[in-house]
């Protein structure tokens, strides 16, 4: 297959130099956005969640935790162009960046079926805390306002590394529902395994978007991973 030039370079792209600049700097603000909730929401998370011994709110904060890193990165990359970086360092930019969000989705993957696997055989009992019920809805609130607003601007600019990005986002709003819905089929059911079991539907998804975003860090092309022969190199 032909090397593509970057969407972000493409003459196919009936954008403004004026209108994209506002798309990157609205994208600078919803990665700092980001960051900032995934600060408390980790720091909440994980404290909540070792203080009553509930994995499902300790797996949330090291959710929180690897989508700060994305988040991290992705802002480096908006500011490069933003800064008015050559087409070369954009380019080279995207590349860094979708090989960090593109790792950061693997090992989000590798966790929830680890942290399924073992909620599984240990029987563990997520317990009911205020805290982690109000952050759970929270977030369930948030995160997908989030998503809708990266994946907006990675498609005006073309930036495969901010839609896996938003992947991470949509992936918090699913994980804070499923954590909310585990808490209360536990509490009122008795259903402790309802949690593990829905976070495990994820995981075909993350791997997906992960694909996408490792393809454009090794060839520099955008694609969509319902494209086999792009995701399949």
Known sequence: MARQLPVFNSPSVAQ???TRKGDVRQGIRIELVTIGWMLIEASIAIT???????????????DSIVELIAGGILLWRLQVE???????????????????????LFVLSAYIVGDSILTFLTRTRPEASWWGVGLALAAALIMPLLWQGKLRIAQRIGSTALKADAACSVTCAYMAFTLLVGLLLNRFLGWWW?????????VYFLIQEGREALHEARTGETCHCG???????
């Open 227 to 233: 494209d086999e022969e792009c995701c399949d190199d």
């Open 194 to 202: 309802a949690d593990p079991l829905a976070a495990l539907f994820l």
């Open 82 to 104: 933003q800064r008015g970086g050559s087409i070369e360092h954009i380019e080279q930019a995207e590349r860094r960046a979708a090989w960090v969000t593109a790792i950061s």
């Open 16 to 18: 403004s130099l004026s």
């Open 48 to 62: 909540v969640g070792f203080t009553t011994r509930s994995v499902s709110l300790q797996g949330f904060g090291i």
